[in-house]
Structures are given as C-alpha cells and as structure tokens.
C-alpha cells in the first residue's frame, strides 16, 4: 500500500483483528469472482477522500443483491471477521478505512432502481446508484431528488451518513428525505424499517436510528426516499459583500423573514479567488452569497426581489445573474469544485478541513472568530458553507512534509469544532463521525448518550463486526 500520511497518528490504536485463511477461501468459494483479494482492489477500497490512511482490507466482496450481502455478513459473523460497506467511496472523515481489517463490501454493482411512486412522491433504490443516476432516471417523471452533497455520492452512502448538501435549506436532509430501508444486520438476517406512508407512530423510529448510523449497525441494501416535483422555474444569482458578517445577515434575515430559498452557499473571498482560478470565472472577489430560487415564475421573481433588498440594505452589490440552464451548471459546478480549486493553488498540499453546523444566530460570531484565527496562523486556508442552515466548512493547505503545518492545522481544526460546541451547535453538520470526530462527539453528546450508543449497538453486532473503530470505539 501507499505510505501512512502524517495523519496516520490520528487512527486509534487498535491491534488488527485476524482474518483466518478458512474465512477467505469460504469467500471465494461462495463468491468466486466476486471477491477479490488483489492488491490495487483491496488499496482502491481502503481510502476515502479524506486524508486519514490505514492498511488495506484483505478482500473485497463486490455484491450484486441483497442475498450476497446476507451470505459476506453470514460468514463474517461466523469467523468474527469485520466488514466494512463500500460505495462511490466519497466520505472524508475516515469512514471505509479498515481500522480493525475485514473486508469490504462492494455496493457498487447494486445500482438499480426499483420502484417509482410518482403519485406517493416516492422512489425506492439499490444502495449503489448515485444521486446524479438517480435523477438521470426519473427525470421525465417530472420530479427530483434534490440533496445534493456536492460529490456524486451514492444514496446509500449518503443515508448511512446522514448526508445533506446545498439544498438542505429548502428540502431538509438525509434524515428528511429517507422514509423506509432494508438492512442486513449482523446476523445476515434482512431488517425492513418504515413505509412509504408520509407518517407513522408505530413503536421505536428504526430508519432514524440507521440512517446516519455509518454502517456500523447495518449494511443498507435498500432505501425509500422521497421526491419532490421540479420547480416551474429557477434562478440563481450571485452577490458580493463589503464583509462576511454583512453576507451573513443578510441570510439571517432572508430566513427570518420565510423566504423559500432553495440554495443559499457563502464563499470566502480567499476562496472566489481560488475558484476563478480554477473554474476560468471572473466572480467579484470578495465575500459571496450563490442563491438560488425555486416556484413559479412570479414566485421566484418574489423571492429574489426581497433577497435583493436584504442585501442592498447591507451593502451588498447588484445580483449578477445566470439565467440559464448552463450558466447555473456551470455556477454550481464552481462552487463544489471550491475544494479542489483550493488544493490545487498550494501544489502538493493536503486539506485539512472540517464540517461544523451552529445555530444561524452564531454563525457570523462563529465565522468571524474563526477567520481571525486562521488568518493569524499563517496557513492558507478556505471557507465555504451552506449558511442558510448554520453549516459550515472550513479548510486549511498544508504541505504534507511539513509535519508542525500538519499539527497547527489540526489545532485550529479543534479550537473551531470547539467554538462551534459552545455556541450549541454541532460537531459535524453532515460529513459524519466516522473516525476523525469521536473525541468531539463525546464532548458533543456526553458521556450518557455516548454509552447509550454502545449498548445499541452491542446489542445489534454483539461480535463487533460491522465498521468497527467508527463514531467511537467498544
């Protein structure tokens, strides 16, 4: 495998369990090319995008239904061996590392989906087909799928995070959005939580448990979520501002007041600039709202003339428009390319960067505090977030050889997660636990509900097996 990264310390310290001979040849007499134990297969399926690294599983199981998921986690149970799921691999907090070995399996071949509702607003889906797959599918249905991560996840990798995105303001996320599941447990044995009915009351909220659960309760074969019809029309626009706070409020008060904005994304001006570089743009290069609004024509001419007037009222600028179809793409695209545009101004340097979500209230107290920080330490660095729901990233380029660059990152990365903590937000937005936050989800929760969590999941995977090392350790 590829050298440990400097972030290699931050893996908890936990001896590898083994995984018997016997085990592995039951894999490939079950699965026979299905599994594979190929180097480049088990590196590919041991990384995600963050920077935390860890060795490779000892197989990958690539299944294809529902019954391969049932038999890998059989002889996993009977050997003691842990599994770890596998999708478009796009987490970033450490979630697909094989921390205590295993295997992994592969959802990626169950891409299908399997049943419309289009009268319910429903749509029922296999855990490896991506968002983008998904909305190519349904779109002459007239409707969408609108949480949108920014990368082409899978849907179920974004439940099993609790995933949300750009368009959390208006349509809600993962947590929102999935009605029903099938799990395969510990055991092997096929799990179906919720139903397609809008509501229930009917004893423990078991889709709410596994989603954002990060596949350490169960491995998602199926997932119920809920459609919404395409808006008449949309627009979006871009406006700059003297300040980051003024940018801010402006968001605050468009919230307070009801607007129905679909998408409401703040940029740092360190990071327009990052961005015009990267995506050939000419945006003003100063702190940026991207909005966008979704109704009917005069609703959303409604909507933007309101969120207009808020920002003229703080100083920001005239709204610049992209009006079209391809002009919105290519606004969108810019804007969840802000990352690699960012890594890509420092050759060589490594992100460290985190996700935080504070009651919008805080959020410029937040923003501001944590921008004088990173300002004062010296590394460059970017911001971008949803801010129409408090939730933020922020991001610092540090050259991997440098390891003291690496540690005051990390450093401003604690005080940042801390802050937001204690204006009552929360460690994570919607990146997810995963390995790199479970000290702070310990700080977040308490020690109670931590300890709660481990008594569900002992109870649910009494062997340890599914994604151990994650969101906290036994």
Not at 81 to 100: C, D, F, N
Not at 305 to 310: D, G, P, R, S, Y
Not at 453 to 468: E, F, T
């Amino acid at each position: 495998m590829n050298a440990p990264t400097q972030a290699s310390h931050l893996l908890p310290t936990i001896a590898l369990r083994p995984v018997p001979q016997a085990f592995l040849e039951a894999l490939q007499q079950r699965f026979g090319a299905q599994c594979s134990t190929a180097l480049s297969v088990r590196e590919q399926h041991g990384r995600d995008e963050g920077s935390l690294q860890a060795p490779p599983p000892s197989a990958v199981v690539f299944a294809e239904n529902t019954q391969d998921v049932q038999d890998a986690l059989r002889l996993a149970d009977e050997y003691a061996v842990p599994v770890i799921p596998y999708a478009a691999g796009s987490s970033l907090e450490g979630h697909l590392l094989a921390v205590q070995g295993g295997i992994s399996i592969d959802v990626n071949r169950m891409n299908r989906v399997l049943s419309i509702n289009a009268e319910d607003l429903t749509v029922t889906v296999q855990p490896g087909i991506t968002r983008k797959q998904l909305n190519d599918a349904i779109k002459d249905t007239g409707l969408f799928f609108p949480i949108d991560p920014g990368a082409d996840a899978s849907i179920g990798g974004m439940a099993a995070t609790r995933a949300s995105g750009t368009n959390a303001v208006r349509y809600g996320t993962m947590r929102e959005n999935v009605l029903a599941l099938e799990v395969v447990t510990a055991l092997g044995e096929v799990l179906r939580t919720g139903t397609r009915a809008k509501k229930s009351s009917a004893g423990y909220d078991l889709t709410r448990l596994i989603v954002g659960s990060e596949g350490t309760l169960g491995v998602i074969t199926e997932v119920t979520v809920r459609l919404y019809p395409l808006p008449e029309a949309v627009s979006a626009a871009v406006c700059s501002f003297p300040s980051i706070e003024a940018a801010v409020h402006t968001v605050i008060q468009t919230i307070q007041l009801g607007v129905p904005i679909a998408r409401c994304e703040l940029i740092d001006a360190h990071s327009v600039r990052m961005v015009n570089q990267h995506s050939k743009l000419g945006l003003r290069e100063e702190p940026m709202l991207l909005m966008e609004f979704h109704g009917s024509p005069a609703s959303v001419q409604e909507q933007a003339e309101t969120v207009q007037e808020l920002a003229k009222e703080h100083g920001g600028n005239a709204f610049e428009w992209a009006s079209t179809p391809e002009e919105r793409t290519r606004l969108w695209a810019a804007r969840h390319n802000a990352y690699f545009a960012a890594v890509q101004s420092r050759p060589g340097c490594r992100a460290i960067s985190t996700d935080t979500c504070v009651p919008i209230s805080r959020l410029a107290d937040c923003l501001l505090d944590s921008i004088a920080e990173a300002d004062a330490s010296g590394l460059p660095y970017f911001l971008v977030g949803h801010v129409g729901d408090g939730n933020f990233h922020f991001g610092y380029l540090i050259d991997p050889n440098r390891p003291e660059e690496r540690e005051r990152a990390e450093a401003l990365n604690h005080t940042l997660v801390a802050r937001a903590l204690s204006m009552g937000g929360t460690c994570t937005g919607e990146h997810g636990v995963g390995i790199h936050k479970m000290g702070f989800l310990r700080d977040e929760a308490g020690s109670g509900a931590v300890n709660m969590m481990r008594a569900i999941k002992q109870a649910l995977d009494p062997k340890n097996i599914l994604n151990p090392g994650k969101i906290f350790t036994l």
